[in-house]
């Protein structure tokens, strides 16, 4: 597949179904680029860099979190959920300094219409290109029954010893990588074309992909970069009945937890040693 419009410069980052409020917020490390992710009182989900302008400190203060205003813990500049500084302790007094001048640095930011959120570190991206990147990800692969509505019903992370782009070779088809032993395992059915027929709908992107579980259930599996040989891989399950909450007071929930982790083990085996040139 060749690069459409600019596709390869996104990124998947979540689902819609983490940001429930104005102020609800995850934060991401991207290349060793700290991000994060806000819900403006607008509704709309902004991206800024984790910097603040006075001394470069991050401004959000854990990895999820909600805050209409945060604040670095520096100096106590404050900003709030468009970018804006709305508290410079000290300086507001001080000769041409200009609140409206000191805003975060921004990030391209994208919805589709599954509600998964996708973003760009390149600044030069331009509008066209973007609305055009996220036409062609819904024209050619949107999932029938997921949409902004979904929740969040559970999440992890793990730091993983493999390159990322062990998802992108399969996505470009290049390379196609063949499924290691545990064919039948959640991430090799997430990861690779098993060969094996399947009822469920699955949705792959450069660094992600996305499949359904059940009528009410999905799980969206992320990799981003850390370095040449890291990656941070977030699962998110997600539900579009409240209901589906009750996996959490199942045995189920655990043994998820549980089988993804080795499968993750399974994969740094398998893949723990590629060339650092592709990172």
């Known amino acids: 597949m060749t690069e459409v419009n600019g596709f390869q410069k996104w990124l998947c980052l979540t689902h819609v179904g983490n940001f429930r409020k104005p102020g609800d917020y995850l934060s991401f490390n991207v290349a060793d680029y700290p991000i ?6 607008d509704n709309v989900i902004r991206g800024f860099h984790d910097v603040c302008r006075h ?3 991050k401004v959000t203060k854990k990895p999820a979190g909600s805050a209409l205003v ?4 520096y100096h106590g500049w404050c900003y709030d959920t468009k970018g804006k500084l709305v508290k410079a302790p000290q300086f507001e007094n001080v000769k041409g300094f200009n609140k409206s001048e000191n805003s975060l640095f921004d990030i391209k930011v994208l919805v589709d219409a599954n509600g998964f959120v996708f ?16 036409q062609n990800i819904d024209d050619c692969r949107r999932l029938r029954g997921l949409d902004n509505s979904a929740s969040l019903v559970a999440s992890w992370d793990f730091e993983a010893n493999f390159n990322w782009k062990l998802t992108e070779e399969s996505y470009m088809n290049v390379n196609i990588l063949r499924p290691p032993r545990f064919a039948g395992g959640l991430l090799s059915q997430l990861l690779f074309d098993t060969g094996r ?8 992107f450069r660094n992600a992909v996305a499949m359904e579980m059940s009528n009410t259930l999905w799980c969206l599996i992320t990799l ?3 370095s040449a040989t890291k990656t941070t891989t977030r699962v998110e399950i997600l539900s579009t009945k409240s ?12 043994g998820l937890r549980a089988h993804i982790q080795k499968d993750l083990r399974v994969l740094e085996d398998k893949y723990g ?5 592709q990172a």
């Open 224 to 226: 981003l970069p850390t």
């Open 273 to 277: 040693v590629l060339d650092t040139d």
């Open 70 to 73: 945060l604040g670095c813990k």
């Open 55 to 57: 001394r470069a400190y």
């Open 36 to 41: 994060f992710l806000v819900k403006g009182k």
């Open 119 to 134: 973003t760009c570190l390149d600044p030069k991206t331009n509008p066209i290109d973007a609305e055009s990147v996220l």
């Open 197 to 204: 027929e399947s009822f469920y709908q699955k949705k792959v």
């Open 243 to 254: 209901a589906s909450k009750t996996l959490l007071k199942s045995p189920v929930y655990e």
